[in-house]
């Protein structure tokens, strides 16, 4: 069985300070690992994925994520936040299956909170 | 137009009603799932369906049931509502090209609150 844990729920920081959610997760196949954010009121959107390659991927609004095997984590950085970026990030893992394909596993959430 | 669509997207309603939310997509995927978000839980799968004919059970399905009505239509039912089915529920679909990754496209929410 596969399972996601964000190791802050809440994480408050100032505007233009570098920011890192940390998001470790357990599989015991091979895994497609993804950053989901929601903002207030509105459904969840990819933020960036990693599907094979390059261990450091980027995604939208300037966040990326290195993906580390030996240390089973998916960590999120920017290195410079706007007020914007307040919204709450899902981690999650999806195990491939060549049978019956793939289903993402949610971690519990971090609510990221700029503040000017 | 958004690509999944959900309706309602609130809802307050009594202890022992029968609720519908319903979810419509545009694109074209075979793959629909429920999940349910609670805060400090993160989302949770209720059912998921990977083709007209198919429903499967996720890992909290227990007072739910779903209608897989059409390739662009997944439904969810609570038959007698209770209060601890207040939550925000969402719709998603996945492809199902090769691999598989999961990734998944999500709809706006529906927010019910059963008091």
């Known amino acids: 069985a596969q399972s996601v844990t964000q190791l802050d729920s809440q994480v408050p920081v100032f505007e233009e300070a570098p920011v890192e959610l940390r998001c470790n997760y357990s599989s015991s196949v091979s895994v497609y690992l993804f950053w989901y954010v929601q903002y207030p009121n509105q459904g969840l959107q990819l933020l960036l994925k990693y599907l094979s390659g390059s261990t450091l991927v980027k995604g939208i609004n300037g966040f990326e994520a290195e993906f580390n095997k030996s240390q089973t984590s998916f960590h999120l950085r920017k290195p410079s936040v706007h007020i914007s970026d307040t919204a709450e990030y899902f981690c999650?893992?999806?195990?491939?299956?060549?049978?019956?394909?793939?289903?993402?596993?949610f971690g519990e959430g971090t609510q990221l909170t700029v503040n000017p | 137009d958004a690509d999944v669509t959900q309706t309602p997207r609130n809802r307050i309603t009594k202890t022992g009603k029968r609720i519908m939310l319903e979810c419509s997509q545009t694109k074209g995927h075979d793959r629909m799932y429920w999940y349910r978000q609670d805060p400090g839980l993160g989302l949770r799968l209720i059912y998921y369906s990977f083709d007209v004919k198919d429903i499967n059970k996720g890992e909290i399905s227990d007072g739910y049931s779903v209608s897989r009505q059409a390739q662009a239509k997944f439904s969810l039912s609570l038959e007698s509502a209770i209060p601890n089915q207040t939550a925000l529920y969402f719709c998603?679909?996945?492809?199902?090209?090769?691999?598989?990754?999961?990734?998944?496209?999500f709809g706006e929410g529906s927010r019910l609150t059963v008091l």
């Open positions: 998603a679909t996945s492809g199902d090209g090769q691999p598989n990754t999961g990734e998944l496209f």
């Open positions: 999650a893992v999806s195990d491939y299956r060549e049978t019956s394909g793939s289903r993402l596993t």
